[in-house]
């Protein structure tokens, strides 16, 4: 990728941030919530993860496969936007 | 049929309780017009086993005719749900609907685990067993289901085999497939990893390869629920399917849907959880729209079974009483006890478990449940119960309810140790708790005078000190911070915080602290006035009780012990009246299997090992203690 170019994941990091923000139950608000923040440090639990995935999948009307399902994908909102990017094509 | 009780103990819901009335008086605490509900705890048969349940009716005069049966949603949600559904219970029969709450088996209270066989079928059982006891033992005309999520599956499967008169489906689980992706993703999440094939452990709850291929040919869509009326309850926060209303609706049920906020705070954590008081009076209005306006009066109650005999670990009957401990303040619990009881048991120390957290008494991952079971089948009689204002010792005191560290536990803690002296016939008894159940059992070490507390055993223990307004972080920062603290300290030299002189002196002449709102507490211990873990373990050493602490390694109890009294701690575990263990691979609640496995041998095998003589074959904490 150029120096510049925007990633195509960059497009989705706002409206995963603002889920992440209201679903994951977190001790900071969505201004706080840098795009690579771990998520698991600023509070969000396991049970909370759930919520976001169904949120995030309602959203970008995606299915998470197996294989993004672990705590690597939800680690932050950029390891989360690029997982929606790829699962968007 | 449920296996027959032994008579001379079949105790009945009349006789529960020292004084009063037979049920457990209460007001539904619904934010308007609460009006008087009765509560009494009941045991019933189900498909050879017997399940717990809570029965709570309003004004005998003035009731329906219809009764309502909750159906409890699985695993988690199960326990961090049970305190929204006590108080759908209350509106329920505050508005004159007669309610039946329940475990199903393998859940809460009731007999069974989760990796028991044919769980679909047996909890499909479990429902129609429910509205049967109602219809039978109540007189109801027709029986409703309230089902929450899972919950809410099983009552619309139920309702194709067997026609119910209203449903309500509170957050459905639309597809069993999407429930048990959720299950696998949240042990994914918890890193817990996922074997092809293998059971899938979810936030402390295992759902078998069985239970998992059932629940996935679960599909509402396909289903014919036979019904008069249904209520669909959303939640706010995701969008909702439609196809379910649309479903129902050409299948001739005149269906109503309303939106309701509060969901994920309702299933979150006990601790957190909240209360969606305008859902449940969404669910109470509909309900008395549905009703003609005829009231009658039922037939008087009549005496309930309050004891049932379950299996042990080991497919042993044990059995368990359900206790009122106190009506007044309303203190509650269940006795589990071996079959036959014996001079051995009687003689033997009773255990009593507190409350973890504000979970209530089946523990965290029904972790107090099995540990209880463990031990009656070891010849102990041990006491799970609710502080008040937790679980099921239900408080008419808004303060007080859901306060992990009330006021007024060390008075519970008195009045349980006097009841089982008293009425139980208790010489020795230990106290045990995981979290704030801990902090409970360490105080009280410290603080009874009591010589039938002969021990105390504390299990991930957050702090040694609680005041009013202090907040608790969670075990991973705190554990951080203190590590931090202790690397500090060293840098600077700073001695560490076990050096005040004048500890015995303050342990003979200090007055307990006086707590808000509680005047019966007076003769009672309460939170420590100061926070001096080196003091208290000073005065805990004058009582020679034994504490024995066990710790996950991730958590940091083990680290503000050390670092706030390390020289008392050593000399206590030399002298052999502390001793410390570690269970290898557990979180604080102990959610994996396998750890709690682990801290259950090495409490019941230590137990068993000191009390009865049985070799203990190395526990957890004789192993630890001498490394």
């Known amino acids: 990728m150029p120096h510049g170019q925007e ?54 009307d995606i299915e998470f496969p197996d294989t993004k399902l672990g705590r690597a994908t939800f680690s932050s909102v950029g390891t989360l936007a690029e997982a929606v990017s790829e699962l968007k094509g | 049929m449920a296996r027959k009780l032994c008579d001379p103990m079949l105790v009945r819901v009349n006789e529960v309780g020292s004084e009063g009335s037979s049920m457990m008086d209460a007001h539904a605490s619904a934010p308007t017009a609460p009006a008087p509900v009765r509560r009494a705890p009941v045991y019933f048969g189900s498909r050879g086993a017997w399940l717990f349940g809570w029965v709570h009716r309003g004004d005998a005069a003035h009731t329906h005719r219809r009764g309502v049966v909750i159906c409890a949603p699985g695993g988690h949600e199960q326990l961090h749900a049970h305190r929204a559904l006590r108080h759908l219970a209350d509106a329920l ?45 109540l007189g109801c005309a027709e029986v409703s289901v309230v089902g929450l999520r899972f919950g809410a599956a099983l009552a619309a499967r139920a309702a194709a085999d067997e026609p119910l008169a209203d449903l309500v489906l509170w957050a459905p689980v639309l597809k069993g497939r999407a429930y048990v992706r959720e299950m696998k993703f949240l042990s994914k999440a918890a890193g817990v990893p996922l074997e092809k094939g293998a059971a899938i452990e979810a936030a402390g709850f295992v759902l078998s390869e069985q239970t998992a291929q059932d629940l996935t040919d679960i599909d509402l869509i396909q289903l014919r629920p036979q019904c008069r009326r249904a209520l669909l309850v959303d939640r706010d926060d995701l969008p909702a399917d439609p196809q379910l209303l649309e479903h129902l609706r050409g299948l001739g049920i005149e269906v109503q849907r309303t939106v309701q906020s509060g969901f994920a705070n309702m299933v979150a954590e006990p601790h957190l959880g909240k209360v969606p008081h305008q859902a449940i009076a969404e669910i109470v209005s509909w309900f008395c ?60 120390p009773a255990i009593v478990l507190l409350n973890a957290g504000s979970a209530h008494h089946v523990g965290p991952n029904r972790l107090h449940v099995a540990l209880a079971r463990r031990l009656a089948a070891a010849g102990f009689r041990c006491l799970r119960m609710d502080l008040h204002g937790l679980g099921d010792s239900v408080t008419a005191s808004s303060e007080l309810e859901n306060e992990t560290y009330p006021p007024t536990a060390f ?31 360490f105080q009280s070490a410290v603080q009874f005078d009591d010589p039938a507390l002969l021990e105390c055993v504390m299990i991930n223990p957050l702090t040694f000190f609680w005041r009013e307004g202090m907040v608790v972080e969670t075990p991973q920062t705190m554990k951080l911070k203190i590590r931090q603290q202790i690397q500090s300290a060293a840098l600077n030299g700073d001695p560490l915080s076990e050096n005040s002189d004048d500890r015995e002196h303050r342990c003979a002449t200090e007055q307990p602290q006086r707590v808000r709102g509680a005047s019966d507490t007076a003769a009672f211990p309460s939170h420590p006035a100061t926070d001096d873990l080196a003091g208290d373990l000073v005065c805990a050493a004058r009582t020679k009780r034994l504490l024995t602490f066990l710790f996950s390694r991730s958590d940091p109890g083990y680290d503000i012990l050390t670092f706030s009294a390390k020289r008392l701690v050593d000399e206590m575990c030399a002298t052999g009246q502390m001793r410390v263990g570690f269970i290898e691979g557990a979180d604080h609640n102990f959610t994996r299997r396998v750890p709690r496995e682990a801290l259950l041998d090495a409490i019941v095998a230590d137990l068993s090992g000191r009390y009865r003589g049985t070799a203990t074959g190395g526990s957890a904490i004789g192993e630890a203690n001498r490394g």
């Open chain 2, 411 to 441: 008075r519970d803690v008195g009045l349980v140790m006097n009841f089982l002296k008293k009425e139980m016939g208790v010489g020795r008894m230990v106290l045990m708790g995981l979290c704030s159940g801990a902090y409970y059992a």
């Open chain 2, 289 to 348: 729209r549905g009703e003609a306006g005829a009231r009658a009066e039922l037939p008087p109650e009549q005496a309930q079974p309050a004891a049932a005999l379950v299996a042990g670990p080991g497919r042993e009957l044990l059995r368990e009483r359900a206790l009122c401990i106190c009506p007044r303040p309303n203190l509650f619990g269940i006795l589990s006890e071996p079959v036959p009881d014996t001079t051995a048991t009687v003689e033997l």
């Open chain 2, 93 to 137: 029969a505050a508005a004159g609907f007669p309610v039946m709450r329940f475990d199903l088996h393998g859940t809460g209270d009731s007999d069974g685990a989760d990796d028991d066989p044919d769980r679909i079928a047996t909890w499909l059982a479990n429902l129609r067993s429910a509205a049967g006891w109602m219809r039978d033992s």
């Open chain 1, 7 to 60: 990633t195509p994941a960059k497009k989705y990091i706002a409206d995963v941030r603002l889920i992440v923000a209201r679903h994951g139950n977190l001790a900071v608000g969505a201004e706080s919530i840098g795009e690579h923040s771990d998520l698991y440090l600023l509070g969000l639990t396991s049970l909370a993860t759930v919520n976001v995935m169904l949120a995030l999948e309602n959203h970008f």
